[in-house]
């Protein structure tokens, strides 16, 4: 998971050795505010994915992430940048080129929808300090990353679909949130993929110091997440990352990755963190090492930590299996419910997950 504004100042995170698992070398300003720490992650027990239909562009259906909900032309546009922008929506365009896509600072209430962003030299969407921001409905491919939030609260990254992020380090992310506060934040029912050797994905979701709220998590739930990173350009980059660095109430659940990496789904630091009901499955590749990790390398106190009823089959670059690892922490809440050896392969997910290259 990593970390890239214009403003920023590196930061160079260092990890454990021993597995070599981080969450991820990330360059940032030191931001967020403090948000009450000491309930249970069961607050967050009843968060489930949405199911709600969202209304889209007056060109297409409302409905399910369908290709049939999706627009079938677009109009074209330049790279599109607002500031302190309020009340808007984004609707029916096609990008292509330019640093980003679509760029929104100090903006509030703002929809993007159904639109078509890529071949960015930067980040297809980028949201700085930005407050209640829908993202749906969207593509966006060939880029550093895909949608890079940066501050900011109830920020919505829904029902979009990623498709091949070009990196380098410290980029390369499908959704990154860093420095994201406050409720109603949602990274959920994404669809994404990254093909062997196409530049240098790292983490595919990433949740860098970011606080959620109690009874109101930052919600990373229903993603597909098929490859990611091949290289060891960075060290090792995850499928979906909590508690970089960090953070708060926070849960990834009913999420399927397959060949993300070196690591599936990883917790590595901050408090009243869930992982749930996450399939996690790896077949050999060059880099890949472990399923799931849980570890603290953030330099700050981590507890409350539940991970649990997860299905992990993780084949190491070695040919041997290792599914799970605890890197020198508290055993987590629910650890032993977790599914080891897992009857799975990587057909839990459909052949074709992209429909709108």
């Known amino acids: 998971m990593h970390f890239h504004l214009?403003?920023?100042?590196?930061?160079?995170?260092?990890?454990?050795?021993?597995?070599?698992c981080r969450a991820s070398i990330a360059t940032y300003f030191a931001i967020l505010a403090f948000v009450l720490f000491g309930a249970s992650c069961k607050q967050d027990a009843q968060v489930t994915p949405a199911t709600s239909t969202t209304t889209v562009a007056s060109n297409s259906m409302s409905g399910s992430f369908t290709s049939s909900a999706l627009a079938t032309t677009y109009?074209?546009?330049?790279?599109?940048s607002y500031y302190s922008k309020s009340n808007i929506t984004i609707s029916g365009l096609s990008i292509n080129g330019g640093t980003n896509g679509i760029a929104l600072y100090n903006c509030n209430n703002v929809h993007i929808t159904n639109c078509k962003i890529y071949n960015t030299s930067s980040f297809g969407i980028q949201l700085n300090n930005c407050t209640n921001i829908t993202v749906d409905y969207c593509y966006v491919t060939n880029a550093k990353s895909g949608v890079h939030v940066y501050q900011g609260s109830t920020i919505k990254v829904n029902n979009n679909q990623f498709y091949n992020m070009n990196g380098p380090f410290p980029d390369g992310c499908f959704v990154q949130f860093a420095g994201v506060t406050g409720g109603g934040n949602q990274i959920n029912n994404n669809k994404c993929q990254d093909d062997a050797y196409h530049g240098h994905p790292q983490d595919g979701i990433s949740l860098y110091q970011s606080n959620g709220k109690l009874g109101d998590s930052i919600q990373v739930i229903g993603n597909w997440i098929r490859g990611g990173q091949v290289q060891m350009d960075s060290g090792g980059a995850a499928g979906v990352v909590l508690g970089d660095v960090g953070g708060s109430y926070q849960v990834a659940r009913n999420n399927i990755?397959?060949?993300t990496g070196y690591v599936g789904m990883q917790v590595v630091g901050g408090t009243n963190i869930k992982m749930d009901h996450n399939t996690i499955y790896s077949s050999q590749t060059p880099v890949s090492n472990t399923g799931i990790?849980?570890?603290?390398?953030?330099?700050?106190t981590s507890n409350n930590i539940n991970i649990s009823y997860n299905k992990v089959k993780w084949i190491q670059k070695s040919g041997n299996e290792w599914d799970l690892w605890l890197d020198?922490?508290?055993?987590?809440?629910?650890?032993s419910t977790n599914i080891q050896k897992a009857a799975i392969s990587a057909s839990v997910l459909p052949t074709t997950i992209i429909t709108m290259n």
């Open 6 to 20: 214009r403003i920023l100042i590196n930061l160079t995170i260092m990890k454990s050795t021993k597995l070599n």
């Open 257 to 259: 990755v397959v060949n």
């Open 293 to 300: 990790n849980c570890g603290n390398y953030s330099g700050k």
């Open 75 to 80: 109009t074209s546009s330049a790279p599109i």
């Open 328 to 335: 020198h922490v508290t055993t987590p809440t629910g650890w």
